[in-house]
């Protein structure tokens, strides 16, 4: 072969980052050896793989064609790599994960495979889903677990646990012994809502699509446990998953509202790349997933420790 690993692995990074300084800081090299590793690579094969614009470096056709194939032959070099230690090859993982998915799932998966896996390495990284989808797309992450749906012609979407959104308040908001509510009178409400792009507002704005009159949005906010804190406050009602919720009703703190005329079930999905070369860690990771989930119909059902 013309072309080396360490020429293609600076192309990759180079391509993510749209910057050699950048990549270079990345790859721990500097940006003169970055420079020369690109050029080399073009210059063996008479090509071009990025263009300038301003002072971003693009990806230009075939640079497109390459970088999926690229980075699944680093993900295979770098399992062949552990094997070659005596490890299992697990190697490195890159794994984004919605708010709510992050904050109360992912972490305690990361924590269980890191203990099956000891010599692995594992990044999360917390987004909203369309954050966790630009990522994925842009080979920036190897596997991301989203709440809701993604149409990117790129990324494959895996069904993983049915979840469920609810709306709450307050025990003194005046809704909380109201009883059944149209979706008229929600519509009087000041919200507390999640912020555009995320899956569960995209959830609740669909529930609601067939409806006239639009949400009175009170505040946006990007994190679940400010929007439960605000609801405790008495600033208005606010929707999200039933699982952030499970121990905020057990204690009482917040209470659930019937919305029969919104069907707020949505799905946890699994995604990655469509041309994504699923590694040892990618396969043993949705592995633990399902594991976690065995049996269960609803994410709220799923075992976790209880916060007081």
């Known amino acids: 072969m013309r072309y080396t690993l360490r020429q293609l692995e600076v192309f990759v990074a180079v391509a993510q980052h749209e910057s050699v300084s950048r990549a270079a800081n990345a790859l721990a090299l500097s940006q003169s050896a970055t420079s020369t590793a690109l050029a080399e690579l073009e210059?063996?094969?008479?090509?071009?793989?990025?263009?300038r614009i301003g002072k971003r470096l693009k990806l230009n056709a075939l640079g497109f064609q390459i970088l999926p194939k690229a980075v699944a032959l680093l993900d295979r070099g770098e399992e062949i790599e552990e094997l070659l230690r005596g490890q299992r090859g697990i190697g490195s993982l890159d794994v984004g994960?919605?708010?709510t998915i992050g904050n109360y799932l992912a972490t305690l998966l990361i924590?269980?495979?890191?203990q099956r896996h000891p010599d692995s390495r594992v990044r999360l990284q917390v987004r909203n889903t369309s954050?966790?989808?630009?990522?994925?797309?842009?080979?920036?992450l190897d596997l991301g677990l989203i709440e809701g749906d993604c149409q990117h012609e790129d990324v494959v979407m895996q069904p993983w646990v049915e979840d469920e959104l609810v709306v709450f308040c307050s025990p003194r908001h005046h809704l909380a012994e109201a009883g059944t509510l149209e979706m008229d009178r929600l519509l009087r409400e000041n919200w507390i809502m999640r912020e555009p792009g995320s899956g569960t507002r995209l959830t609740l704005e669909h529930a609601a699509r067939h409806r006239r009159g639009r949400f009175n949005t009170l505040l946006e906010l990007e994190h679940t446990e400010g929007i439960k804190r605000a609801?405790?406050?008495?600033?208005?009602?606010?929707?999200?998953s039933r699982l952030a919720l499970r121990d905020a009703f057990r204690r009482g703190s917040l209470v659930p509202l019937a919305t029969p005329e919104l069907d707020l079930k949505r799905q946890f999905t699994f995604i990655?790349?469509?041309?994504?070369?699923?590694?040892?860690?990618?396969?043993?990771?949705l592995k633990l997933c399902r594991q976690m989930t065995a049996g269960i119909a609803r994410s709220d059902e799923i075992d976790l420790p209880y916060i007081p």
Not at 43 to 51: E, G, N, P, S, V
Not at 131 to 140: M, T
């Open 231 to 240: 609801v405790e406050s008495g600033l208005g009602i606010g929707c999200v």
């Open 97 to 99: 994960a919605t708010l």
């Open 43 to 51: 210059r063996q094969f008479d090509c071009q793989l990025l263009d």
């Open 272 to 285: 990655w790349h469509r041309h994504k070369y699923l590694t040892t860690g990618m396969r043993e990771f």
């Open 131 to 140: 954050a966790i989808i630009d990522h994925i797309v842009q080979h920036e």
């Open 111 to 114: 924590s269980d495979f890191m």
